[in-house]
């Protein structure tokens, strides 16, 4: 992890730039469904001093979307970038390590084509846990974060069924997997 934070630690402000977008994102889609709710409540309340009227709802709706698009495809771009140069620093480091070595009794133990492809793929696994994979574990832990605020704010009561059932539902959903692979 130290090594990693190291590798990393240049790109910090691509990172905490696509942590932030990733935030924006997430929010959106936290947000959204309470959003609709209150626009859709208004649009049905019907002509009122400040109702939304369905053109511009549907006008804010996409609006809504948008900036979430955008969000989306720059946070790719940002953490793409940070992830290849992640990637390019440890394979420099790598191949700094190995001509390092006392180059004949360790070349003569491992092959020079297995060398460069265990280098590629432990490269390429690299970025795709700093691109992918964390901001995957990121945006889940938001949007359960999010999630269980939102429901708490609209209903205790139904936020506190909802978590008591939910380890049951895991444990009859788990059960029913297993015993449809063993049908498979």
């Known amino acids: 992890p130290s090594s990693l934070a190291r590798l990393a630690w ?3 402000a691509r990172l905490a730039g696509g942590l932030a977008l990733l935030a924006g994102s997430s929010s959106v ?7 609709v709710g209150l626009v859709m409540d208004s649009c049905l309340a019907g002509p009122a001093e400040g109702a939304w009227t369905p053109g ?3 006008g804010a709706l996409l609006a809504l979307f948008g900036a979430q698009a955008a969000m989306v495809a720059w946070r790719g771009r940002v953490l793409a970038v ?3 140069r ?9 191949f700094g390590a190995l001509l390092s070595l006392h180059a004949q009794p360790f070349f003569d133990r491992n092959r020079s ?3 460069q492809s265990r280098l590629s793929s432990d490269c390429a696994s690299l970025q795709k846990l700093v691109t992918a994979d964390a901001v995957g574990a990121a945006r889940s832990s ?3 974060v999010g999630g269980a605020g939102g429901m708490l704010s609209i209903s205790p009561y139904l936020f ?3 978590v008591a059932t939910f380890p049951a539902a895991v444990l009859v959903s788990r059960l029913m997997g297993e015993r449809m692979r063993e049908r498979q």
């Open 86 to 94: 992640v990637a390019a620093r440890l394979r420099g480091d790598a």
């Open 56 to 58: 511009s709802a549907a």
């Open 160 to 162: 506190c069924v909802s």
């Open 113 to 115: 084509g297995e060398l």
């Open 82 to 84: 940070a992830g290849e």
């Open 142 to 144: 938001m949007l359960v």
């Open 10 to 12: 240049p790109e910090r």
């Open 29 to 35: 889609s936290i947000a959204f469904p309470r959003v």
